[in-house]
């Protein structure tokens, strides 16, 4: 979970106050699947 996060970029501002992340590694489903399945182990 990523905390509050206030950003001021060119006139532009972001307020995020909550930001929840899944992140889903599949075996065989390419290499990036592939590696963090490994490194889970």
Sequence with gaps: MVGPLDLQLF??????????LNVVATPGGGALGDLF???SV
């Excluded at 006139?11 to 929840?20: E, T, W």
Aim: charged fraction near 25%; glycine fraction near 8%; hydrophobic fraction near 55%.
């Design 11 to 20: 006139g532009l501002v972001v307020d995020l106050q909550k930001v929840l």
């Design 37 to 39: 399945c490994k490194l």
